[in-house]
């Protein structure tokens, strides 16, 4: 095997040299086999759920969601047998039967049931719905994969109603959307002390920028049937490897491994859209040629240097040509680094693909045009999503392209062979997503025979 250039190296080094190989194998095995597919979308975007490295947790959220929603049914029709507004129990919580589309206003507040007190039976009807909307992409994947995991942990059905993820996203084991009928608008009041919660049926938790005990902090809030949070911070990895007590013992008895954990989480609740699906298929041919090896490079220019200000991020700066190539210059390093693995890796009898992503199209245009034989990139113009807004309208969402766009190039990124990133949450949540976190590689210190830990990538920035 002509690509295998592993040195003489100390045990460790070796050790993971001999992984990388593996995968890399793989990867080219993989690549010869492009030929088959056709045109199209190949092998690299099978984004499927996968149950055989998810251990059982199809099975144990399902048989919870199932009991939580037969218990909201009791509910309901109990309610309205006694004359209590069926709007004050969230009866179709998690319903696998098509739910009306996502709104991007919030639904109708509905005072009375937002106060509602506990009653003195305890509700069976416990809900956790991941309510945050202006996170960056990073931040709000990584808080919705948390939410979700302890929604399992405590026991309770699994819902969202986040701001951009349904423009780009459906659901794709069970149905977590919240519609009209579930009064969860408010989620008055706030959950300010969980050592003194609040009376009431329905609560709203800010857990931003918050690592916390999860499971005696849930705890405190057992008598909450609803309870809505923002959350931007990643437990999965700590939990697996660190966590103490019955929650953690529960969650690594699931089967879930540090490696695929997030992405098992994020390929059973969400599944892309036919139009980003569509996206993808106008690029995925040039990006995963027959008989190639693909190298994602993923840049991340400081906001102000790109956008005209931070309150409109979809508005670009226009930079003149010196401005651009300082740009470049900025981030030499990243393709000086992918030189450096198509040297180590790649066969000379296979074609060399580098898909190129960053947040300034400019900088796209001038990669592309520096290795035009080499480099695909898209036509997207690059928005952040937690303030991808129309500067003439005070509504979040000016086009749900914006976030079908950014969804389709994460998507592209995750699905490349070998990823040159930078320290962002967006390009480690790809990393996660891809289920292939043995190959990635950091400008900065970039060694092709020795990619970055799984560990240091699953605690850096976020956490995942």
Partial sequence: ??????????????????????????????????????????????????????????????????????????????????????????????????????????????????????????????????????????????????????????????????EWLPYAFEPATFDWRVTDDIPLSTYSPQITDENNPPNASYARLSLYNKNTDIEQFFKKLEKISHIGVVWNRGILFNLLTKGRGAWADRFRGVGLTPPYAFACIMRFLLRPKPEVWQLMRDIGGQVHPPHSISIGIHTRVRDLKVWEHSTKMGVPKVLNASEVEELYIENKKAFECAQELERWWSPSSLKIRWFFMCNSAQLKTTVHDKFPDKVVVTSFVPRHVAISKDPNSSTHAADPAWYQETVAEWLLLASTDLLVIPESGFSRSAVMYSMRPGAVFMPHKCTPDAPVPVTELATAGCGV
């Fill in 1 to 162: 095997m002509y690509w295998l250039r592993l040195p003489v190296l100390g045990a460790r080094r070796l050790a993971v040299g001999l992984a990388l190989w593996l995968a890399v194998t793989c990867v080219v095995i993989r690549a010869h086999s492009h030929a088959e597919t056709g045109p199209g979308i190949p092998h690299p975007f099978d984004f499927a759920f996968p149950d055989h490295l998810c251990g059982s947790l199809r099975e144990t959220y399902m048989a919870i969601n199932d009991r939580v929603r037969a218990a909201c049914k009791e509910e309901a029709q109990a309610a309205a047998a006694a004359g209590t507004p069926v709007s004050a129990t969230p009866a179709a919580a998690g319903s696998s039967a098509a739910a009306a589309p996502p709104s991007a206003a919030p639904p109708s507040a509905s005072p009375a049931a937002a106060t509602t007190p506990v009653s003195s039976v305890p509700s069976r009807c416990r809900t956790l719905i991941f309510d945050s909307g202006h996170d960056g992409f990073g931040d709000t994947v990584f808080g919705m994969a948390s939410t979700f995991a302890v929604a399992l942990l405590d026991e309770r059905a699994f819902l969202m109603r986040q």
